[in-house]
């Protein structure tokens, strides 16, 4: 990749759909492991892409890296063709979006996003009119006057929000900016940035640990875990074709069945405890691919459950289990489960009125072989 | 049954009342016999001797000495003012950045003059300030031969300012550990540099610590008589040493009465004055606060 020396100019040019490419950045704190360990990733211009991962995977710290607030041990951060990883924040031109939302307390509502405009030296006429349209956008109109602490939790959040694309930075971070409002708050905020990122049109870098609020926000996501990416897909990628067990187990629920070495693996079967299981033609190229550890994922949401083997539908893979708990949840019900000898937990969804199953039933779970998908474990 | 339980909580809260003065009786009743009654009784004295008159107080402007000596006083308490916020301000923001164990390290060097004796301290300042001690050989070797502070007022105020350090450094830590660090990575994020972020942010939200700060230490040195009466010389007294001289001995207690009312009436209107500034300038409130909604209406 070619150096291309980087000017003020080359960053302020388009300010919309700017396209964050990570190359190998490597951020060591001096732990027993790096924070981001080789991270390579490329956010396409005008795209929202969401990095999600547990707490202490490297998420916050990536985006901290592409921020500049904090420094590169190695590897490099491209905005479109500006080698921008040796650049301090404040010359990134970047939005950022807080937890806590980082308001000015001494700054009214105005004053707080006049702010990155008042530091470009824009001419005063136009932040008046910015202010305004962008206070708008985030239907504050009427609030400029008031001191943050006189706002709620989402209308401080909104002003943040304000502040941080008023300037038409390059792209918007954003991190965990809702994990601190409540529930039904936090879902109306979600639609209110999905709205925002439509209208502003800028690339928009994510950071969450909320599965659910990553897959109905994004457009793709990129799983952290242990300072690496595990896998970046859209959102149903990433639930349907999870490529390993920490994905199928951090996005959604998974029914897991260890099946150790693929020594007792072909390319069409697969062995657990006494049961034989077809493999559909997609995860037996998987199977082949290198050594280690596998594991058979099912979402709960994709098998049946029956009395008897007799009643499984023919070509569908089958495993018995005791019904260990019955969870009604309004919407359907969901059969807490002991897969096998070992009683290997796991659970399976039934119709809201379904009555049939009661705790420490014999039952017969089974699933069609597509729905499956073997993971390294 | 409401009626009863309302009269029970009136009873209630009667009782507290009573409860919150006399807890507050014993420090009021020493406040007024050691600082209440000599203070109208000085004012008394400095209106009603020799009779009924301002004569005590045209005095005060219409001798040159007198007016010299307010004027060096508060020249001093300002220049030391200056001194200990230059240093007391990065000291303090040092106090909050550091860790546990440095923290109370520095909290302690800057509570040292505290705890000594004032005497002892003064007495070890007449010999670091005297001639051949260390502060002369110092100024020495950096180019300023035989300077003895000893005597000045430049000695009174080096030894003021060490006294009056933690006067500043303890509010302004106190400000300083209420203002979010990470409003400064908001600022630059935003596009300020690190000096930006610091005199747009991090300043206006120091300045009542700041304010305080000032108030304190400005008010203290008004007052400073041990100091100057053995660091400085008579020639070049401050306010508290004419006081003494008036009342040991001259024995002139209406002169003194009237130039001790003028500086306090000084000392308060500049305290109320700063006060006002805090008030408006800093943290900006409003008095009246909207009631915050518990949901968005979104």
């Not at chain 1, 388009?14 to 951020?27: A, D, N, P, Y």
């Amino acid at each position: 990749m070619a150096m291309t020396p980087v000017t003020e100019k080359d960053i302020r040019t388009s300010s919309r759909g700017t396209q964050i490419r990570l190359e190998h950045i490597v951020k060591d704190f001096g732990g027993a492991s790096p924070a981001v360990n080789d991270v390579t990733l490329t956010v396409e211009p005008g795209e929202f892409l969401t990095l999600l991962g547990p707490s202490g995977s490297g998420k916050t710290t990536t985006l901290n890296l592409i921020a500049g607030f904090e420094t590169l041990t190695s590897g490099s951060i491209f905005l479109n063709a500006a080698d921008v990883g040796g650049l301090p924040p404040h010359k990134r031109n970047l939005g950022m979006l807080f937890q806590n939302y980082a308001l000015f307390p001494h700054m009214t509502v105005a004053q707080n996003v006049a702010y990155p405009l008042r530091e470009r030296k824009v001419a005063r006429a136009e932040i008046t009119a910015r202010v305004r349209d962008v206070l708008q956008l985030v239907q504050l109109t009427g609030r400029d006057n008031d001191y943050p602490r006189q706002l709620s939790g989402g209308q401080q959040q909104r002003v943040a929000l304000a502040r941080a694309i008023v300037f038409d930075p390059r792209a918007l971070l954003l991190d965990e900016p809702l994990s601190a409002l409540d529930r039904g708050l936090r879902a109306s905020m979600q639609q209110e940035i999905r709205r925002i990122h439509q209208e502003v049109g800028a690339t928009f870098v994510f950071v969450t640990h909320d599965q659910e609020e990553a897959m109905n926000l994004s457009d793709r996501i990129a799983l952290f875990n242990e300072g690496s990416i595990v896998q970046v897909g859209t959102p149903e990628q990433l639930y349907q074709e999870p490529d390993t067990l920490f994905a199928a187990r951090f996005l959604g629920d998974s029914n897991v069945f260890d099946l150790g070495e693929p020594a007792g693996m072909t390319a069409a079967c697969a062995e657990w405890e006494n049961e034989r299981w077809m493999l559909a033609d997609g995860s037996a190229a998987a199977v082949g691919q290198a050594s280690g550890r596998r594991a058979l994922v099912v979402r709960p949401e994709a098998m049946g459950v029956c009395r008897d083997r007799g009643s499984v539908p023919p070509g569908h893979n089958m495993a018995p289990a005791r019904v260990l708990d019955v969870q009604y949840l309004g919407s359907y019900r969901t059969l807490m489960l002991g897969f096998g000898a070992q009683h290997t937990p796991g659970r399976v969804r039934v119709d809201a009125g379904n009555r049939d199953y009661a705790v420490s039933d014999d039952v017969i779970a089974w699933w069609p072989p597509t729905a499956q998908r073997v993971v390294a474990a | 049954m409401a009626s009863w339980s309302a009269r029970r909580f009136e009873r209630h809260t009667l009782t507290r009342h009573t409860a919150n003065w006399l807890l507050l009786m014993p420090a009021l009743a020493l406040l007024v016999v050691v600082l209440g009654i000599p203070l109208i009784e000085n004012f008394y004295r400095s209106i009603s001797e020799p009779n009924w008159t301002i004569t005590n107080y045209t005095a005060i402007f219409d001798n040159s000495v007198t007016l010299l000596i307010l004027w060096r006083t508060l020249e001093a308490a300002l220049i030391v003012t200056a001194i200990a916020l230059v240093l007391g301000y990065p000291y303090a923001y040092l106090m909050t950045r550091a860790g546990a164990r440095s923290r109370a390290v520095l909290l302690a060097v800057v509570l040292i003059p505290f705890w000594t004796s004032a005497l002892a301290r003064n007495f070890a300042w007449i010999i670091l300030l005297g001639n051949g001690g260390p502060v002369q050989e110092l100024l020495n070797f950096f180019g300023f031969p035989n300077t003895v502070l000893y005597g000045t007022t430049a000695g009174v105020m080096l030894a003021m300012s060490q006294v009056m350090l933690p006067f500043m450094v303890l509010p302004l830590y106190a400000a300083f550990g209420g203002i979010d660090r990470r409003l400064l990575l908001a600022a630059r994020g935003l596009g300020s540099s690190p000096a930006a972020a610091f005199w747009k942010i991090y300043w206006p939200l120091s300045r009542r610590g700041v304010i305080s700060g000032i108030i304190l230490v400005f008010t203290l040195t008004c007052g400073f008589y041990v100091t100057p009466a053995l660091v400085g010389s008579p020639q070049d007294s401050l306010v508290s040493q004419l006081l003494a001289q008036e009342t040991t001995e001259l024995l002139n207690f209406a002169a003194a009465g009237a130039l001790g009312t003028f500086v306090l009436v000084v000392t308060l209107a500049l305290v109320a004055w700063a006060n006002r500034v805090a008030g408006t300038a800093s943290i900006a409130a409003p008095a009246t606060r909207r009631p915050v909604a518990r949901r968005d209406p979104a």
